[in-house]
């Protein structure tokens, strides 16, 4: 099988050796790939829709019915996950672990014994042993509002810089799993449940296509967002501006959750209980 | 010579491309443990990215963001000074997807390895040719 598949990968490699000699030379900007819809694409965008960003207005505005259902394959991996992995509560463990939170010192709890939770003085950890670190918890306590902020610049300037809503969504759902690895999924959990992240990533889909909807219902055709501008009060070409990052924002919701919820249901192998 | 160096020079991210994939399509092929196809799948769609990412590149264009003042006035925008936005708008949702691909074979992989107690192909066909019935 490896001797078949070295020679399998060779042969193609030759080919592909062969065939790249007809290949445009790399920045010639005479290539095919940059000559017909591109070049409409960098002349007409900024008065198309004033968005300086022609990644973005490309993105969300021309071809945003690829980017709409790119969303929905993204909310249809989560799902995938959830259904292949997610399992009911499991039963009651043999022994439950608690510290106490001043002391440090760890309690395990047999079977059918009295919970000390209700004093706000214990923590539950998890059966496999995690050892207690102050200074990682620390830094990402500091570290993580920091990283929330920039995504949200990310997500919010996307219109005259390099960002938008997958980025930013991207940056906003690795700085949850950043406080999930760093205290741990029980911890993460309380903050943003399982519940909140499926809201979330529905939602986010709903509001892409919900957008596309409202265009529908204010006379155009879907997505274009023209129709808006006596609903947002501006002239269409700012409609426009306005309509990428109304899905832009939709986007990273989506993106954040989906995120989110796909590394809660790995790392505790789809009963959310305790993980990494 | 001359002609061999500049050769070299205009087709050289093909050739860097062109080993990224058969690294990721060899580790498909021949590695028969999942996680080493997964990461294989990941070397390969990376290459795939930086091979449309490599052809939107012009010589002398700066990225796909128009350069505007705050005056006000509209200058005009010639093709030739931004590089093809198109490829990178691609890219920018199969990153993603690559992502969501890969939770998904994760999820596989761990619902595999539950039900065969291993991540090796041989093995995990072995496992299948036992629980045939006859």
């Known amino acids: ?276 | 010579m001359d002609g061999i160096v500049s050769l070299i020079i205009a087709k050289y991210n093909f050739w860097a491309v062109i080993v990224l994939l058969l690294i990721g399509f060899y580790a498909m092929i021949a590695k028969r443990n999942i996680v080493k196809k997964i990461i294989g799948m990941n070397i390969f769609q990376t290459a795939i990215i930086l091979f449309y990412v490599s052809i939107g590149s012009k010589k002398g264009a700066t990225i796909p963001i128009i350069t505007h003042g705050h005056d006000g006035v509209n200058h005009t925008v010639q093709a030739a000074d931004y590089i093809n936005p198109l490829p990178h708008v691609l890219m920018l949702t199969a990153i993603v997807v690559s992502v969501a691909t890969l939770g998904v074979a994760l999820a596989l992989s761990m619902k595999i390895y539950a039900r065969y107690g291993t991540l090796e192909e041989d093995e995990i066909q072995g496992k299948l040719m036992e629980s045939e019935p006859g």
């Open chain 1, 1 to 276: 099988m490896k001797v078949l598949g070295l020679i399998t990968a060779f042969c193609f490699g030759g080919l592909l050796f062969y065939i790249s000699f007809d290949f445009p030379d790399w920045g010639d900007s005479a290539s095919p790939a940059s000559q017909h819809v591109s070049s409409y694409y960098i002349e007409h965008t900024m008065q198309d829709t004033s968005v300086p960003n022609i990644v973005t207005a490309v993105l969300a505005d021309y071809r945003s019915y690829d980017t709409l259902f790119e969303t929905a394959v993204i909310f249809s991996a989560g799902l995938a996950c959830f259904f292949l992995l997610r399992v009911g509560e499991r039963q009651a463990p043999a022994a439950r672990f608690y510290r106490h939170l001043s002391t440090g010192i760890t309690f395990r709890i047999e079977k059918g014994g009295r919970l000390p939770e209700s004093t706000g003085e214990f923590e539950r950890i998890d059966s496999v042993w995690v050892p207690y670190d102050v200074i990682i918890r620390m830094t990402c306590r500091l570290v993580v509002p920091f990283i929330q902020l920039f995504a949200l610049y990310v997500i919010a300037h996307g219109h005259h810089s390099p960002g938008g809503g997958f980025q930013g969504g991207v940056i906003f759902g690795a700085a949850i799993i950043l406080f999930a690895i760093s205290n741990n999924l029980r911890q993460a959990l309380r903050r943003m449940s399982e519940k909140i992240t499926t809201l979330l990533s529905s939602l986010g889909v709903m509001i892409y296509a919900g957008t596309g909807m409202l265009c529908i219902v204010m006379g155009a055709g879907f997505l274009d967002y023209r129709a808006l501008s006596s609903f947002l009060g501006v002239d269409p070409v700012t409609a426009r501006s306005h309509g990428i990052l109304i899905v832009e924002i939709g986007v990273a919701i989506a993106v954040t959750a989906v995120m989110v919820w796909v590394y809660y249901i790995l790392s505790s192998a789809g009963r959310q209980d305790e993980g990494l």
